[in-house]
């Protein structure tokens, strides 16, 4: 039976685009580029409605946790959300900080900016992870050594790519189609020093999706029952990881969430269940590691636990197209700034978010559409998709003149045309 836990939350907030999409003039500045592409107005608006319901109440209850009861914490940050809260609300950075500073908080570190850079450029993922690591600790002044990536992604190579960036230790999911037989209570590796801390799935959805659900048979969940369940699992120990707006927003106040965290401690306490820290567990087992094969196509912990989650719609797959088009062009360009939009313009959430299209509905594509802008919704469904292309095209069409071959000069006057033209695989936009 396992006598130790160990607690991971993530906090991440995306950059939202700017739909319906906006016209770029040719040869548009950079900054006017960027200024047509994100719906700031936006982002602040959902940054500040978290902030209220989740960020603030969480805080303070993981503050006095980490203080008061025998509770230990991982958290990690996407600089996403960091650059917000830098801009939008320093108290609340402030405040972050101060819970990163207590000695019961380890600081794991997050892919930037919650993208898939992995998936296309390797190298520029690997500098990238360690440009985290030393913005992290400017920010928090604590240095990660143990790092998840973007939406717990995990493959034969992001493992490669982490070991070669430096860390000790990554966490991914521990989805059957990985692990097999293996349980996911234990520390493992991939022929590398690297190693890996392996999601629960079954207990940490218990609290990350099912908690609030009526019809769920183990409703409504009390801490005393889960403990018990934490206890009876076998292994070293018991990895718990959810998403930091598990507290407050995906679960509201009033469903019990933060009386359930804050009777954890001490119901896991009654039954010689102790928190650890994955730096303090990864200490403890790294000479027991066991092997674990790596799939060369990334699990992760949205969905089913397969990129299909990301790229299994024919709009998700001509976003992912033109994501990838955007970032060759930019490295095309030369200039910075231009790899920097494309780079935010790779965030795993512009795929998340339509992964409601052209299903009949069920618990995935409520999450996805869960976390579309309700502001969106008023345009349609399939207008929806066809603006988030035209966002992308609108973007490389404005690079172009950019490229170093290039002299900035009005386009050519293109004939008006009526109908219907294809911008992706069998999505038509309409004139």
């Known amino acids: ?20 999409a906006q016209p770029i003039p040719y040869g548009a500045t950079i900054p006017d580029i960027i200024h047509c592409t994100f719906d700031e107005a936006m982002n602040e608006r959902y940054f500040r409605k978290v902030a209220e319901k989740c960020y603030y109440p969480a805080t303070e209850r993981f503050l ?16 996403s959300f960091l650059r917000q809260a830098e801009q939008w609300d320093p108290t609340l950075l402030a405040m972050f900080k101060e819970l990163v500073a207590e000695p019961n908080v380890e600081l794991i570190g997050v892919e930037p900016y919650h993208n898939f850079i992995f998936m296309l450029d390797m190298p520029l993922f690997v500098l990238r992870m360690r440009w985290m690591r030393e913005e992290l600790a400017r920010i928090f002044g604590k240095e990660p050594t143990i790092t998840d990536t973007t939406e717990m992604c995990m493959s034969a190579a992001i493992y490669d790519g982490l070991e070669k960036a ?32 392996t999601r629960h799935l079954k207990l940490s959805d218990d609290v990350g999706y099912r908690f609030s659900n009526r019809s769920w ?20 120990f018991t990895f718990l990881a959810w998403d930091y707006e598990t507290f407050g927003e995906h679960h509201w106040a009033d469903t019990g969430i933060f009386q359930f965290l804050e009777n954890l401690p001490r119901e896991c306490a009654r ?20 092997h674990l094969p790596l799939p060369v196509f990334p699990t992760t912990w949205a969905g089913s636990g397969g990129m299909e989650f990301f790229l299994g719609n024919k709009a998700q797959q001509a976003i992912y197209q033109l994501m990838a088009h955007c970032y060759s062009v930019a490295q095309l360009t030369g200039k910075a700034e231009l790899v920097d ?3 935010w313009l790779l965030q795993s959430d512009n795929l998340h978010l339509i992964q409601w299209f052209g299903t009949s509905g069920g618990s995935e594509a409520e999450v996805s559409a869960y976390f579309t802008p309700r502001e969106w919704w008023g345009l349609g469904p399939d207008t929806i998709i066809v603006e988030q292309q035209r966002v992308y095209q609108n973007v490389l069409r ?13 386009p050519r006057k293109r004939p008006t045309k009526r109908g219907a033209e294809l911008v992706g695989p069998g999505i038509e936009q309409r004139y």
């Open 217 to 236: 048979a183990s409703y409504p969940l009390f801490a005393d029952t889960y403990a018990e369940w934490i206890r009876a699992n076998e292994g070293d």
């Open 166 to 197: 430096g860390f000790a230790g990554a966490m991914m999911d521990g989805r059957e189609w990985v692990m097999g037989w293996r349980s996911p209570s234990h520390l493992y590796h991939y022929d590398g020093a690297l190693r890996l801390f």
């Open 398 to 410: 404005a690079m172009e003149c950019h490229l170093p071959t290039r002299k900035i000069k009005p």
């Open 1 to 20: 039976m396992t006598t130790q836990a160990i607690v991971y939350t993530v906090v991440h907030q995306p950059r939202r685009l700017k739909l319906p």
């Open 64 to 79: 006095r946790l980490v203080r008061e009861a025998d509770f230990k914490l991982a958290i990690g940050f996407s600089i």
């Open 271 to 290: 039954r010689g269940v102790r928190f650890v820290l994955p730096s303090e567990a990864l200490s403890e087992f790294r000479e027991r590691a066991h």
């Open 341 to 343: 939009l494309a780079l």
